[in-house]
């Protein structure tokens, strides 16, 4: 699939996934709309397959790759939810997946990538270290890269999400998906324009990673530099593949401190009793910074993840 | 509702309570399945109005008095999820409640009763105070007592988390609960008696708190003396009515020490993304050391609550 998915791509996409992936629930708050004055629907990816969103694109794309293709195995560098993600989807099809880590990737992504049967390599933390070790592996195992958000495989796969909200609440005036390389947002993006056009896509960013806004707002692509937050899914660059998504079908990107990250994901650890990642809380402390914009109004927000160091919480100075 | 509770009983109080309630989910987990050998359907109390089955009995009992009998509010002592089930159970009615608490009460559970507009009485963190502080209220408000659990309508009311189970699983070959009061537990054994009468019922107790267990095996009442557990909400003796509906209806109980209990805990947050408070983590921790009864086993454990204070968990040490 070489080409921006359409309507059927994205509708392909959920059926070739739906075996190995969780229908997640929507979950309401009485509590947090009466706190934000908005009604809130929470697509929860935290319960999803491997604790995020991303098994929806790596199962999409492996499960399109054919047998000769699978034969080295595939391989990518994350520090992530992506590397446990393309790990699980890789032994679903009985093939090897190696993964490049920055050494001080935490010690619960390193037990998930080893769960699933992931051969990690580790690297310095930075992103040319990473991407020559990777070369270095797909060198000595001729395994095929699977990028975890510049490829529209990817980006279909997670189109399903937002696909499967839409379905189980109708109409939603707003859909929200934190934004990092893209993959989750151009594909929400995508859903929303196809199957609810109705519906305005908000996105919400760090401001301590705030390369997508200002990509955003001055329609020309600005590489994350130096980016500084606890939202540790939303470190990266948009792709040349998800910015023009993110420019024609994203109506806006508001972006939010690092102590409202932080309050807003003990808000809903505390009142929803469900564990989130920091990248997943920024849509929803965005709500609560624009309650104007969102007073009233049906909003769902895809919760991105769940895996977290429960040894290091950011509101328990040890 | 003078006597035990029978099988019409308890789907009355499903009906009289299914409107102010959550039907809350049952979720399983393949990876806490793998470690524990075991297939495991959790029923999620935490998900519960209040965060806690406790709103299923609060709710039952304050429907069923009379508008005379709400007339000066409803009262009891708790320092946990009771006080604020009733609370919102009380205002459902529109009725007042007043709470007794101990004044080292955890901020969460009292911002949870004045979020449900209880009105609060701090007294000693002792049974004595406790007692003498609620009578004290009573004569000034003449507010109508509201056992926790000594009371067939508590018990008909929490009997009704068991009932749901039963009816989303079938069949279980057993159903778990932790054990402090007994309200839980004994509405558990009843309604797998009435309704599931092949499964069996297994408690879980803490050893820091085994005067369930004490009094189960010597077949006569052990109160709960200094206990000392990280389970806040299983601190309390039996009562008089719960007491024999669990020695008729209960096969085993089996006790777990604090390690277990926050080793299951953990594990529960870390797989499942769900936050549950330690007294839940109790029948878990039981089945992992167990594992040889529970085997290959359909089994329902209730989640009792997730009322934790997010700033204090067991496993970090400030």
Same mark, same amino acid.
């Given at each position: 699939m070489n080409k921006l998915p359409d309507e059927k791509a994205i509708l392909a996409a959920a059926g070739r996934i739906k075996r190995h992936i969780n229908d997640t629930p929507v979950l309401t708050s009485r509590n947090l709309d009466e706190l934000s004055g908005a009604n809130l629907y929470f697509k929860c990816e935290?319960?999803?397959? %491997?604790? %995020?969103?991303k098994s929806r694109g790596a199962v999409n794309t492996v499960f399109l790759l054919s047998k000769d293709e699978l034969a080295n195995g595939v391989c990518t560098h994350s520090s992530g939810n992506h590397a446990a993600a393309l790990s699980r989807a890789a032994a679903l099809r009985g093939t090897k997946a190696y993964i490049v880590m920055p050494e001080n990737s935490s010690k619960v992504k390193i037990e998930a990538v080893n769960y699933y049967g992931g051969e990690i390599t580790f690297c310095k933390p930075n992103l040319e270290s990473r991407e020559l070790t990777l070369n270095q592996v797909q060198q000595n195992t001729s395994a095929l890269e699977v990028h975890p958000y510049n490829d529209y495989r990817i980006i279909a796969g997670q189109a399903t999400a937002a696909l499967e909200l839409i379905k189980s609440v109708i109409p939603l005036d707003v859909i929200m998906a934190p934004v990092g390389g893209g993959g989750l947002l151009s594909g929400t993006a995508l859903s929303t324009f196809y199957f609810s056009s109705e519906t305005k896509v908000i996105a919400a960013e760090p401001k301590g990673a705030d390369d997508a806004y200002r990509s955003f707002i001055s329609e020309s692509f600005v590489p994350s530099e130096n980016p500084n937050t606890? %939202?540790?899914?939303?470190?990266t660059s948009l792709g040349t593949l998800t910015f023009p998504i993110i420019l024609d079908h994203v109506d806006t990107i508001l972006t939010v401190g690092e102590e409202s990250i932080i309050k807003a994901m003990k808000l809903i650890w505390e009142r929803m009793k469900i564990i989130i990642e920091p990248s997943s809380a920024v849509p929803f402390a965005a709500v609560l910074e624009n309650k104007n914009i969102f007073a009233g109004k049906k909003t769902g927000i895809i919760i991105s993840g769940g895996n977290v160091d429960l040894d290091k919480l950011p509101w328990i100075k040890k």
């Open positions: 935290n319960f999803q397959k %491997a604790g %995020a969103f606890i %939202a540790d899914g939303l470190l």
